[in-house]
């Protein structure tokens, strides 16, 4: 597998594991959930977006024409 195809499937699970906390926030907030168990959700899936805009760089480069 070349290195292209690894980064779009690792790129793949990011973006399910950032829907699926989303989704876990807003039932957590919905239902009045722990404001920590909020927070540190919210950071996993800031860092889980980092980690997502880092492959798509890798994937496309940002050409300066």
């Known amino acids: 597998m070349k290195t292209e195809d690894v980064l779009r499937v690792e790129l793949e699970t ?3 594991e950032h829907r699926e906390l989303d989704e876990e926030i ?3 907030e919905d239902s009045g959930g722990d404001a920590f168990t909020i927070q ?3 950071r996993q899936k800031l860092a889980l977006k980092d ?8 994937i496309t480069p940002d050409i300066i024409a």
Do not use: H, P
């Open 51 to 58: 980690r997502i805009k880092a492959i798509e760089d890798r």
């Open 40 to 42: 540190r959700l919210k």
């Open 14 to 16: 990011f973006r399910r």
């Open 26 to 28: 807003k039932a957590l």
